[in-house]
């Protein structure tokens, strides 16, 4: 079992940054892919970056220059570097994890998942 905990959500006007962090326990975090995925209210739950353990990273267009994610197995802990945000990337933010090699992108991947983060961009 894992458990993901997400922290470092909060209000902040458009342009601005946040980091965000993803706390994981058990000793076998750095085999596992780590994802980012966002749900507005009302929409699905969306694939916004993840990372593998060879540290290779994956990204929504969207996101692709104003985010960031990286990972420190040492720590066990993945985060998101969030810059320039917008008012449209508004949303909870979930953090989540995978054994399955493929598809890093479609949220039925993952087998583990946090409780969540609130994001909100003000214009």
């Known amino acids: 079992q894992v458990q993901l905990v997400e922290s470092g959500g909060g209000l902040v006007q458009a342009g601005g940054s946040l980091r965000l962090s993803c706390a994981a326990s058990?000793?076998?975090?750095?085999?596992?892919?780590m994802g980012w995925f966002r749900q507005a209210p009302g929409k699905e739950r969306n694939f916004v970056a993840a990372?593998?353990?060879?540290?290779?990273?994956y990204y929504t267009d969207s996101v692709k220059g104003r985010f960031a994610i990286s990972r420190d197995n040492a720590k066990n802990t993945v985060y998101l570097q969030m810059n320039s945000l917008k008012p449209e990337d508004t949303a909870v933010y979930y953090c989540?994890?995978?054994?399955?090699?493929?598809?890093?992108?479609?949220?039925?991947?993952?087998?583990?998942w946090g409780q969540g983060t609130q994001v909100t961009v003000s214009s």
């Open positions: 989540a994890a995978t054994t399955r090699s493929g598809d890093v992108y479609s949220p039925g991947r993952y087998d583990y």
């Open positions: 058990g000793r076998t975090f750095s085999t596992y892919a």
């Open positions: 990372i593998r353990w060879s540290g290779t990273t």
